[in-house]
């Protein structure tokens, strides 16, 4: 008998010359046959006979196609039961499962689905816009009486609020807030915001005050809504300005370093005026609500009260050092009056700072922290909060910034966040030697 070794390479050589002869005499499929020959899903090899036997290579070709058309059904089954345990999430992990039916099956649809994924990932251009959010409005109703209504009146509510100017009984603790964004608008983002003043004629009107080393620094006429600038005045570029505020129809304006200031015509933005201040140096400016007297801050810890209705050469009337608590509050920068409050800007401090101007006591803070985040992208460096405009008629608050994209409109909430935490955030440093003031 043969050996097994010698009998198989015979038998192989046989069927290799069988398959010759079957595909020279063009039986249809001796090619498919060679392939799942090679491909191992025949158990044993060609039979010598598969070129001079008809009947036996249709017998073979046959059983080839049957064995083709079985695998082809597992495969499609298979198929069917991923799809179902991926859209479902069943036997799958989370990474595996979130694919479900989006995951194309052909060569294009994954090119395609990479396509869509890789336009996903790029960065959308954003330009500054306009968000409005509706402000709610109250609804008319018997008072509610249920146990959730009742609980959700017992909430501490803030203890100040914008028609309310002093708490009923301050305890030498001031009270600290939080905001809510209601609106927000564009702004030039390379305007170096010193003072900003909310006028109603025209409507939704901002007058700001800009300063800038070497000049030219401005006064400017601000669409709101837009932040479009509607007209400009320059000062001479011996100036920095600073502070703005409006008094008894005409804006009125102060500059750094200096104690000269200037009056301008709100309708034509044209130099009405000049006047001094008895002070070297000038950096907020506000009225005060009980007197006609003016409010202005000079980088020190002092509230300086002047009295410009004796001419063009301003006069001290008082002075009044601003203090939490026991610590002295220095650097107070832009001031707005808010009845009867003096709400200022503190140099480098994310934060507004609600003045007693009668005792110098602050009796609040508003802590804003993360406001700087939510400005637009644009060109440049955004710099700190400075600049508070407010609305008497509706009650509506607006801050900005240094080079700011952004005005936002604000309203105040109640916080948790404690005292000691906002003293920490808000507190200025005693001194700025990097600005000329140890």
């Not at 906002?422 to 140890?438: K, Q």
Request: a positive charge; aromatic letters at 6%; hydrophobic letters at 35%.
């Amino acid at each position: 008998c043969m050996p097994a070794a010698r009998r198989r390479a015979t038998t192989h050589a046989t069927a290799g010359q069988a398959i010759k002869r079957a595909r020279d005499t063009g039986v249809p499929d001796a090619k498919e046959a060679q392939k799942t020959n090679k491909m191992g899903l025949l158990s044993s090899p060609l039979p010598n006979s598969i070129g001079a036997s008809p009947i036996t290579t249709v017998r073979y070709v046959t059983a080839v196609a049957l064995g083709l058309t079985a695998l082809a059904a597992l495969g499609v089954v298979r198929h069917a039961d991923l799809t179902h345990r991926a859209s479902t999430g069943l036997g799958l992990g989370p990474e595996r499962a979130s694919l479900g039916h989006s995951t194309a099956t052909t060569p294009e649809g994954n090119v395609q689905h990479k396509m869509r994924q890789l336009h996903e990932r790029q960065p959308k251009t954003q330009t500054p816009q306009l968000l409005e959010v509706p402000r709610p409005t109250p609804t008319a109703g018997p008072k509610a009486t249920t146990a959730a209504a009742a609980a959700a009146a017992t909430v501490a509510a803030p203890r100040l609020g914008p028609t309310t100017p002093f708490p009923t009984a301050f305890d030498g603790t001031p009270a600290v807030y939080r905001y809510e964004v209601v609106n927000k608008f564009p702004h030039d983002p390379a305007a170096f915001t010193q003072g900003l003043v909310f006028s109603a004629s025209p409507p939704d009107t901002l007058f700001e005050s800009t300063g800038s080393v070497g000049g030219p620094s401005t006064i400017r006429e601000v669409d709101l809504t837009t932040g479009k600038v509607r007209r400009r005045s320059n000062l001479d570029r011996a100036y920095f300005a600073e502070g703005l505020t409006m008094y008894k129809g005409r804006l009125a304006q102060i500059t750094w370093k200096n104690n000269r200031g200037f009056y301008y015509d709100p309708a034509t933005l044209e130099r009405s005026g000049e006047f001094r201040t008895p002070l070297r140096d000038g950096w907020g400016l506000t009225t005060d609500a009980g007197s006609d007297l003016l409010i202005v801050t000079d980088a020190s810890k002092h509230l300086h009260f002047i009295d410009p209705t004796k001419g063009d050469q301003m006069t001290l009337n008082k002075s009044t050092v601003v203090m939490d608590g026991d610590r002295i509050v220095r650097f107070a920068n832009e001031l707005e009056t808010i009845d009867g409050e003096v709400w200022a800007n503190v140099l480098e401090r994310d934060c507004i700072a609600r003045i007693n101007p009668e005792t110098g006591a602050v009796v609040g803070w508003i802590v804003m922290d993360d406001l700087k985040a939510k400005q637009d992208p644009a060109p440049g460096i955004r710099g700190v909060l400075n600049g508070i405009a407010y609305d008497p008629d509706t009650g509506r608050l607006f801050v900005t910034g240094k080079t700011w994209s952004n005005v936002f409109e604000i309203k105040l909430t109640a916080t948790e966040t404690g005292v000691e935490e906002a003293r920490r955030i808000c507190w200025p440093a005693e001194t700025l030697p990097n600005y000329g003031y140890p």
